[in-house]
């Protein structure tokens, strides 16, 4: 069987590990095509995996006809104008990072551009659904381990060590909730099967001032109200001193299920005079990395099979449209009401 042709834009932290899962881990597909805005980052990876084409030109990688397929990990803020003109292309099967889009606008126009673009395969990137101990809890909770839920909890707990980056990234990434709870939301709604009827929630800058001239905060908190009963609590900071840290407990009638109580980087434990410690995880992708891998592979077996993935582009369009009325409820202090 031949080997998918794909081409990779965005070649930052996350996409140089896209680059080398598609170019080491993943047999189906070929990684042909690269593209950066950053010099810099192209000359690393052609340098190291050769793929035949490099560019900074995005267009060049939509109107490369070789190209089975196409997966965009560049800044969020550019997510929509790539992701529509690949549409517009007639480029068939496009794999996008989160989020699809940034505004209400963006993914009404997205949605539109996906429908009018018959036959395409389109996935978000939403990795959890891909992560085994997840996807364990799914099944549980489906055959109806813990009862009826009564409420989700979930902690998403970016590193400190990684300040300097997330300063950087607050201006193009949409802000705390979109950039780091549509994860949470996604997994939530997939877990417990609904979406959301309302959100509240607070947050503020407690270390980082440097966020507010983004409009952004480093630490928030959200209830919110699903339109099956379930109650669901999210938690996310920026500022986690012991790494990163992604926690979630699914509570019923008839019992409960926690994933990734404690984030051990490894199954080591260091005993001396100053105590027994364990390490934490550094950062997300080292927590989460076989889900990564797993997506992409969902992708190219769609495209293979011209099957619709497990998140499409309804999925992220509901995470988008939930993200703005939580930033929302936030900033004005408010129970938002979703339509």
């Keep these: 069987m031949d080997k998918l042709k794909v081409g990779l834009i965005g070649l930052g932290r996350l996409g140089r590990e896209h680059a080398s899962n ?37 267009r060049e990688i939509l ?8 997966v965009i990990a560049s800044s969020s803020d550019v997510h929509s104008i790539m992701i529509c003109e690949a549409c517009q292309a007639g480029v068939k099967n496009v794999y996008t990072e989160k989020p699809m889009g940034m505004t209400l606008a963006e993914i009404e126009e997205i949605k539109d551009a996906v429908a009018a673009n018959e036959g395409m395969v389109f996935q978000v990137g939403y990795m959890r659904r891909f992560d085994t101990s997840y996807q364990a809890a799914k099944k549980k909770i489906d055959e109806g381990f813990i009862g009826k839920p009564i409420t989700i909890k979930m902690v998403n707990r970016d590193p400190d060590a990684m300040a300097k980056y997330i300063i ?29 009827k309302s959100v509240y929630g607070l947050g503020g800058t407690y270390k980082y001032h440097e966020l507010v001239k983004y409009g952004d905060f480093d630490n928030c908190s959200l209830l919110v109200e699903f339109k099956n009963g ?21 509570f019923g009638t008839e019992g409960s299920i926690r994933i990734g109580i404690t984030p051990y980087k490894d199954r080591v434990t260091y005993m001396d005079s100053g105590g027994i410690n364990v ?27 011209q099957e619709q993935p497990l998140i499409g582009v309804e999925d992220g369009y509901k995470t988008v449209q939930w993200a703005y009325a939580a930033t929302n409820a936030v900033k004005k202090g408010k129970i938002i009401t979703l339509e």
């Design 22 to 58: 598609i170019h080491y881990k993943i047999p189906q597909a070929e990684l042909t095509a690269i593209c950066s805005s950053v010099q810099e980052e192209v000359e690393s990876v052609a340098s190291e995996m050769k793929p035949k084409f490099a560019t900074n030109d995005y």
């Design 63 to 70: 109107s490369n006809k070789e190209l089975d397929a196409i």
């Design 168 to 196: 950087g990234f607050s201006e193009t990434s949409g802000g705390i909730i979109m950039d780091m709870l549509t994860h949470d939301y996604d997994c939530a709604r997939w877990l417990i099967n609904s979406d959301a």
């Design 230 to 250: 379930v109650m669901g609590q999210f938690e996310a900071s920026r500022n986690s001193t012991y790494g990163f840290h992604a926690e979630t407990e699914i």
């Design 279 to 305: 390490k934490g995880t550094d950062w997300f992708y080292e927590y989460f990395q076989p889900c990564y891998q797993a997506e992409l592979e969902h992708f190219f077996n769609c495209v293979r099979t």
